[in-house]
C-alpha cells in the first residue's frame, strides 16, 4: 500500500475540486434539461387567467401570435 499512498493526494482542496470539476456541470445541465422542458411544453388551462394560453418559450419569441397584451406599466416621472 505504500505505493497507493504516494500516488493520491487525500487534503480536502482536492475533494473541492474534483466536486467542482465533476458534480456543478452535472448539476447545470440537469437543470438545463428540466428548464427546457417545463419553457416548451404547455401550461394548465386556467379559465381565471387573462394572459395568453400556449408554449411560454413561442409566447416570448412571437407575441403577435397569441394576441397578448402588453401590461407594461409606464412610469414618468
Not at 36 to 63: M, Q, T, V, W, Y
Amino acid at each position: 500500500m505504500p505505493c497507493l499512498l504516494s500516488v493520491y493526494d487525500y487534503s480536502p482542496t482536492v475533494y473541492r475540486l474534483v466536486f467542482r470539476w465533476l458534480a456543478i456541470p452535472w448539476i447545470q445541465a440537469e437543470l438545463d434539461a428540466w428548464m427546457k422542458c417545463f419553457n416548451e411544453s404547455p401550461c394548465r388551462a386556467d379559465k381565471h387567467k387573462i394572459l395568453p394560453k400556449g408554449i411560454p418559450d413561442l409566447i416570448a419569441l412571437k407575441p403577435h401570435l397569441y394576441h397578448s397584451t402588453d401590461y407594461k406599466v409606464t412610469y414618468i416621472f
